[in-house]
């Protein structure tokens, strides 16, 4: 099994900055992804930033240019800085992390949310 563990959350002004990061633990020996979604309150999960193995990065554009993902492969953390952050940027930021779970198969464990809440 894998855990993963948000921390960072919290709430912040409109124009602030805020970094969330991500232990993850357990039986991890092949991860191809480690990337960032958020939910905010009436609207669907969506991905937020991603990064995989070559340390290739995408983003959505909503916050391309004010966002940035890290990861350290020793320590299994993924980060997320978000700078000029916006009220719609209010919403549970997840942790996610895809690896190999056997015969070609892939599997995705989720982290319990961090609050983010941006004030106007």
């Known amino acids: 099994q894998v855990h993963l563990v948000e921390s960072g959350g919290g709430l912040v002004q409109a124009g602030g900055s805020l970094r969330l990061s991500c232990a993850a633990s357990?039986?991890?020996?092949?991860?191809?992804?480690m990337a960032w979604y958020r939910q905010a309150p009436g609207r669907q999960r969506e991905l937020v930033a991603r990064i995989d193995n070559n340390s290739f990065t995408n983003y959505a554009d909503s916050v391309k240019g004010r966002v940035t993902i890290s990861r350290d492969r020793l320590k299994n953390t993924v980060s997320l800085i978000m700078i000029s952050l916006k009220p719609e940027g209010t919403a549970v930021y997840y942790c996610t992390l895809n690896q190999d779970s056997g015969n070609g198969n892939k599997r995705d464990y989720w982290g319990q949310g961090a609050q983010v809440t941006v004030s106007s």
């Open positions: 357990g039986y991890i020996f092949s991860i191809n992804t």
